[in-house]
Nanobody, 130 residues
Framework: QLQFVESGGGLVQPGGSLRLSCVAS????????IGWFRQAPGKEREAVSC????????YYAESVKGRFTISRDPAKNTVYLQTNNLEPEDTAVYYC???????????????????????WGQGTQVTVSS
């Protein structure tokens, strides 16, 4: 059974940091595009960052560039999102999702909310507040 488990969320003050983890079970992440997405109350879900074992880091949203870093640990079948200098606007439920194996960079889907991202976790809440 394919499953994602996100963790690492919590309540943090502005300027603080959290490291979010996304552990996959039931399949290997190696050839997948893995994305971190977030959804704030009353807003649409948006892509934050994406990474692929064979394409590398693919995308950062403009709003998180320089503050967030995506990485992966193949040995642990895990993708991380290090979030630094958090702002109240970063408050959201953060989800990880995967596309399934992708072998062609040209044909690979964009880092965006789409049916191409077939496997989703349940999310972890990040709240940035003083």
């Amino acid at each position: 059974q394919l499953q994602f488990v996100e963790s690492g969320g919590g309540l943090v003050q502005p300027g603080g940091s959290l490291r979010l983890s996304c552990v996959a079970s039931g399949f290997t992440l190696d050839y997948n595009i893995i994305g971190w997405f977030r959804q704030a109350p009353g807003k649409e879900r948006e892509a934050v960052s994406c990474i692929s074992g064979n394409f590398g880091i693919m995308y950062y949203a403009e709003s998180v560039k320089g503050r967030f870093t995506i990485s992966r640990d193949p040995a642990k079948n895990t993708v991380y999102l290090q979030t630094n200098n958090l702002e109240p606007e970063d408050t959201a439920v953060y989800y990880c999702a995967a596309t399934g194996p992708q072998y062609s960079r040209v044909k690979a889907p964009a880092c965006a909310v789409s049916p191409e991202f077939r496997y989703w976790g349940q999310g972890t809440q990040v709240t940035v507040s003083s």
